[in-house]
């Protein structure tokens, strides 16, 4: 696996390239210290995964990431901070990030790279404990408007809640085919990238 890390903290991130190259699975392509590197070493390498900090001087992580996404849309990007404001959380995964855990779950990150790879998305033991009232529903908002059944509805809110289509399936008595099969209707009906922005939109529509 390749990867970039790129936080304004320069020993973080060499302590970082040692701790994950030890294991001989993960290959550190190069260093950054702020968000303009990182665009600039991600044109460069096209890693499979970026691995950047939040708040880097005067462009911070969010905003190298999306510029990231905008030329590249298959871009994996895992965000790893001290920080686990709710804005913050949902700035990062509204914009297509694949996850966002703190510094101090450090041991995880491998695991949590390889998890990004395989296509996941992955939130750290401080974050996951707050998407579920992040990502609670309202019953106002309608969901009709949007041309979503009530079973699609039901498919959200699982997917919102973190369930594997294969824990979905189990819940609603379908084929985990089937399960597959409905969301990928949904990310097109909403014009949505992944699994990911589709439990955005579910906390992002209720709210507004």
Do not use: C
């Not at 020993?11 to 968000?35: P, Q």
């Amino acid at each position: 696996m390749r990867i970039i890390v790129v936080d304004d903290d320069k020993l973080v991130s060499l302590s970082l390239k040692t701790i994950l190259e030890s294991g001989g699975k993960i290959k550190v392509e190069a260093i950054g210290e702020s968000g303009e590197e990182a665009i600039a070493l991600y044109e460069k390498f096209q890693p499979d995964v970026a691995l950047m900090d939040i708040r880097m001087g005067k462009m911070s992580g969010i905003e190298a990431g999306e510029r990231i996404l905008s030329s590249f849309p298959d871009a994996k990007i895992l965000y790893l901070t001290t920080f686990s404001d709710d804005e913050y959380i949902i700035k990062a995964l509204n914009m297509g990030a694949k996850g966002y855990i703190l510094k101090q779950d450090f041991e995880g990150i491998p695991a949590a790279l390889e998890a990004v790879v395989s296509g996941q998305s992955v939130f750290g033991s401080g974050i996951s404990g707050k998407l579920p009232e992040l990502l609670r529903a309202k019953e106002k908002f309608d969901f009709k408007k949007h041309n979503i059944s009530d079973k699609e509805q039901t498919i959200i809110e699982l997917v919102a809640a973190g369930l594997s289509n294969r824990e979905i399936a189990g819940k609603l008595f379908l084929g985990e085919g089937t399960v597959r099969n409905y969301i990928s209707s949904l990310l097109e009906k909403l014009g949505l990238r992944d699994r990911t922005q589709l439990a955005i939109f579910y906390y992002t529509s209720i709210k507004n």
